[in-house]
């Protein structure tokens, strides 16, 4: 299986939404934030790896202890994923922190004080 093919954008998605699944009501570790998502899944061609790029919104503690959290339970992931997903076989997890959500937060909001800041201006400039 190629890595750009069609059947490999299937399995990732499938593989995504199942993890999402798995770590929302499965899991009942306390370390493991509330405000986890699954951003995205990137399963090797050869379906023995799997890349899970985790956003977890809060400090950096909770990103910390959610991330012990999921290593935690790999072994009980691993085996949710065998039971709900039809593969050969089931690939074998990373978890990566992803910080694009935090990041376009933060950015969304300089954004909205530059443009305050603009507006403020222009009405001073009009007096």
């Known amino acids: ?3 750009r093919s069609i059947k ?3 399995v990732n998605t499938e593989v995504q939404r199942e993890l999402s699944n798995i770590i929302r009501g499965g899991i009942k570790d306390p370390r493991i934030a509330p405000w986890t998502s699954v951003v995205a899944a990137e399963v090797a061609p050869d379906l023995k790896t799997c890349k899970a790029f985790i956003s977890v919104l809060g400090d950096e503690e909770a990103q910390k202890n959610t991330l012990a959290g999921l290593k ?6 691993r085996r949710e994923l065998a039971r709900t997903l039809n593969m050969r076989n089931t690939p074998e ?3 990566i922190l992803d910080q694009s959500i935090e990041y376009g937060v933060n950015m969304s909001k300089k954004i909205d004080e530059v443009t305050k800041g603009l ?5 001073e ?3």
């Open 8 to 10: 490999n954008t299937r």
């Open 125 to 127: 400039d009009a007096e």
């Open 72 to 77: 935690s339970a790999e072994g009980y992931i």
């Open 93 to 95: 997890i990373t978890f």
């Open 1 to 3: 299986m190629r890595k």
């Open 119 to 123: 507006k403020t201006e222009g009405e």
